[in-house]
């Protein structure tokens, strides 16, 4: 059984009560990962199954190749997503959600959805 006594949490009240303050850069850093808009719309895209990486970029707009070639390392470092490279000529990759992305898809899918049905909304209120 682990001794709780010393165990200094972030914050005395609200959402980062319950976690222990030597966690909190470890959390910040994850939440960083996973919130970045490529990230999310990576996720939300591999939900129909394994794609090839030009066909992850033909179906996330604007996303440069450096940039999709950066976020799938981080994914796949973190366990969201796998590669599979297949021994054949020309050699074939494929990216997936792994079963942790997978725990996270019904979460991106619900912010994307917020935010295309508040799109008009948040358009007015920057203007």
Same mark, same amino acid.
């Given at each position: 059984?682990?001794?709780?006594?010393?165990?200094?949490?972030a914050a005395a009240i609200g959402p980062c009560a319950s976690i222990p303050a030597d966690h909190m850069a470890f959390i910040r850093q994850v939440l960083d990962r996973v919130?970045?808009?490529w990230s999310m719309l990576i996720i939300a895209v591999l939900e129909d199954g394994p794609l090839r990486y030009t066909d992850l970029q033909r179906?996330?707009?604007g996303i440069s190749q450096r940039m999709l070639t $950066?976020?799938?390392r981080q994914l796949k470092e973190d366990g969201l997503i796998t590669r599979t490279a297949y021994a054949e000529v020309p050699p074939r990759v494929e990216y997936?959600?792994?079963?942790?992305?997978?725990?996270? $898809?019904?979460?991106v899918m619900q912010l994307i959805g917020w935010v295309a049905d508040h799109h008009d909304e948040i358009r007015a209120n920057r203007a």
């Open positions: 059984m682990q001794d709780s006594v010393g165990t200094e949490m919130g970045d808009k179906q996330i707009p $950066h976020t799938l997936a959600l792994a079963p942790l992305g997978h725990g996270l $898809h019904e979460i």
